[in-house]
């Protein structure tokens, strides 16, 4: 499932970051990180993840702007989002800004793996459906 998938991971909690990418690469998924949503955008056209893992609390650009800027710079709903935060009372404003999954921390890894893993498969059945691959 995980060949060939690219992740970006934005947290700027350091430890966590590396526990999550440790375990992602693990599972065969290539992780490319950031620490602050400008860094994040920054990324995105070059690395062209598949899907980004965005945490809400950061410095110099928080998740929520970020995800805004990444739907107007790269289209609403290109690259699926996951919300990776401590704040639990804001996931319906980032379910109107079209987000894939939101996830609470602490978190078990092993749910991230499989909340990331129906991420894809959403996205494969779209694809498969509509006849194309989605874009990058």
Not at 7 to 23: F, G, S, T
Not at 72 to 82: A, M, N, S
Not at 121 to 131: F, H, Q
Request: overall charge neutral.
């Amino acid at each position: 499932m995980a060949q060939g998938r690219k992740v970006l991971l934005v947290d700027d909690e350091q430890q966590l970051a590396m526990a999550v990418k440790i375990r992602l690469q693990s599972k065969g998924y290539e992780v490319v990180t950031a620490h602050d949503g400008r860094q994040a955008l920054e990324l995105i056209p070059k690395e062209r993840p598949d899907l980004v893992i965005l945490d809400v609390m950061m410095p110099v650009m928080d998740g929520y702007f970020c995800l805004r800027e990444i739907n107007q710079r790269f289209g609403r709903g290109k690259i699926p989002v996951v919300i990776l935060t401590a704040r639990d009372r804001m996931k319906e404003l980032f379910d109107l800004e079209g987000i894939e999954d939101y996830i609470i921390k602490p978190f078990d890894h092993e749910d991230l793996l499989l909340r990331i893993e129906r991420v894809f498969k959403r996205r494969d059945a779209a694809a498969a459906a509509s006849g194309a691959a989605l874009p990058k």
